[in-house]
Every structure is written in C-alpha cells, then in structure tokens.
C-alpha cells in the first residue's frame, strides 16, 4: 500500500464537501467530553480511556476503530448506560446518560435474540415501551422484520435462522424502539466475509430511508471507510482518539468503491494509523524459536 501513489485522504470532491457542510449544520445528536474510566484490576488500576472527546450529528454514520483493548467496547458500554465513566461526560440530544435508556438501540457482536421467543415476539418486545395494544404493536413488529426483508420468517424461532439473519432480527428490534442512536459493537464480526459484505449494505440502506445516528465499533478498516461519514481511530493505552477521518468517498456507497482512488487513499491513512511500522511482523518481539522442530528451516535460514 504505501507506494501506491494516491491522492490525499484530505482530499474531498465537491460533492463529498457538500454533504460534510450540510452534517456539520445539523444538531449534535451525541457529545463526549473528557471521558474516561479507570477499572480496578487485580494487577491494580487499568485507565481503558482518558480524555476522549468527539461529537456526533443527527444522521451521521461515526466507526470507531483501534488496537484490540483499546477500549472501544467500554466507550460503547459507557454511552449505553451499562457502564459508569470515571470522569466527564455524555449528553444524548442534550441529556446526561448515566442509565440504559430507549433513546439508544444497541447491537452486540454475540446473538443476543430471545431464543424462546419467534422472531416477531423479539421484535415486539423492543416496542414494549411505546404502550401499543397488542395488534398495534404487531403489525409494527411486521413492518420493521421487513425492512430487514424477514418477512417470511416472522414466526420462526431464532435458531433456525442464519447469523445474517439473526442480526438482521437484532437491528429490527433495536430500531423498533425508536431509538435516537443506534450503538454498534463489532455486530458483523462472527459472520463470514461474504455475509459480512451484504449486511454491510443492508445496514446502509436501511440508515438511508430512516432517521437514526450510528455509532459502530469494528476491527475491520474496509468496513469502517465503506460505512461511515467519519471514523474515529482510537489509540491504546489509554484509550483516547488520535485522529478523526472525514471518509472521501461519495454516496451512496458500494462494493464498487472498494478500488476507487478515494477509498484506497482513506485506507492507507488507517493502515498508518492502526498499523505502524514497531508493529510489523519483526517488530512484535515475541519468541518463537522453540517452536520451530528440529531439523526445519526458518526463513531466516533459506
Ligand atoms: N470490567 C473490567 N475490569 C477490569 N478491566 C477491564 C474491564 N473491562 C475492560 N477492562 C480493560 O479495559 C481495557 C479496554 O477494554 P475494552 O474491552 O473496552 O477494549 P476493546 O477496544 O473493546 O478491545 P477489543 O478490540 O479486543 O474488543 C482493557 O485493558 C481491558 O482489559
Ligand atoms: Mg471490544
């Protein structure tokens, strides 16, 4: 990657910086400022984040990527509700979070489906909330199964579906609540590539025809560009955002775009970032030696 010769990933088409003005306009949906947590451990305390600030705006797409424990999981737990932050603060639509609440949908990377409920069952329990009668509540359970295009399995249990599938049932059911932002944490990470790659438009398209903010976690850099507006690349140790990338590429998005100028120019941009040279394969340090048998050569050796 880094001999290609790509234009910068600073570099935006009209179009592109159009769009980014009209977001920047828009209301700020979520703000983060100064957060951090510190867990007790017993090798004693653990600083997952420190001094994390961004903001997100009304219908904005945000990834947020970074090294494995750099804290994306407990960021994500933090603006759920699920977990305390140590020091700062979260407003959602101006409002401090310091609860679970349905103003956020969440989705996890695990199954996290009611198996002894259908597929409608576990939609209709995201609207349990919204005080809807019985039929009302189902036939908006049906009309959110098939936005996720489920329709035919509406009254199927949970372990008769795919993982897509399951996931697919996972985001109806959050977006039925009517949440204000969608919390994402590695959802298309137990999928295989091919399944990953259709959930990735679904997910698109879905957000293209509804009202909702996404923030979603990935290790995946293509995943990331492919998806978001902005992507906040995390650092580790302590967790905090070392750069924030405006991706250039047009929308709407497609796997077309995978091998276009302005996808590969973000994508090296991420490689640097996430992949610096002290972590190449050399760098890493670790011992193998002992597990080369005897009487094998190592490359080292040809
Ligand atoms: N409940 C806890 N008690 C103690 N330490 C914790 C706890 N939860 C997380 N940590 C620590 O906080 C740091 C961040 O963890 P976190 O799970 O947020 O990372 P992550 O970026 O989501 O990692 P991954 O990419 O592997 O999912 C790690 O060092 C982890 O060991
Ligand atoms: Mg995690």
New binding site residues.
């Given amino acids: 990657m880094a001999n290609l010769k790509l234009p910068s990933y600073l570099a935006q088409s009209e179009t592109v910086k159009a769009r980014f003005d009209d977001l920047k306009r828009r209301d700020v949906i979520l703000e983060v400022s100064e957060l951090g947590k510190t867990?007790?451990?017993v090798n004693g305390p653990?600083t997952?984040l420190k001094g994390v600030n961004f903001r997100v705006h009304r219908r904005e797409f945000v990834t947020v990527i970074?090294?494995?424990?750099?804290?994306?999981?407990?960021?994500i737990?933090i603006l759920a509700g699920l977990e305390s932050a140590s020091t700062g603060e979260v407003l959602l639509a101006g409002h401090p979070v310091d609860t679970p609440g349905p103003d956020r949908g969440m989705v996890f990377q695990g199954y996290t489906l009611f198996p002894w409920l259908t597929v409608k069952k576990n939609v209709t329990f995201g609207l349990r909330n919204q005080g809807l009668g019985d039929a009302e509540a189902s036939r908006e359970a049906l009309e959110w199964i098939q936005l996720v295009g489920l329709e035919k399995f509406a009254d199927v249990y949970p372990d008769e579906l795919s993982g897509g599938m399951k996931q697919r049932v996972a985001i109806a059911r959050a977006l039925a609540a009517k949440p204000r932002i969608l919390l994402m944490?590695?959802p298309f990470g137990a999928l295989d590539a091919q399944t990953r790659s259709k959930m990735q438009s679904y997910l698109l398209e879905i957000w293209r025809h509804i009202d909702i903010t996404v923030l979603f976690?990935t290790?995946d850099l293509d995943e990331a560009i492919y998806l978001a507006d902005r992507i906040l690349v995390?650092d580790a140790n302590p967790?905090r955002v070392n750069e924030v990338i405006e991706v250039p590429v047009p929308r709407p998005r497609s796997p077309a775009q995978f091998l276009q100028p302005e996808f590969l120019s973000a994508r090296q941009r991420l490689d640097e970032l996430i992949h610096p040279p002290s972590t190449t394969e050399e760098a890493v340090g670790l011992d193998l030696s002992r597990f080369v048998r005897s009487g094998e050569k190592t490359d080292a050796q040809d």
Avoid: N, Q
């Avoid at 970074?66 to 960021?75: A, R």
């Fill in positions: 867990f007790e451990s653990v997952a970074g090294p494995s424990g750099c804290g994306k999981s407990t960021l737990r944490d590695e976690i290790h995390l967790g």
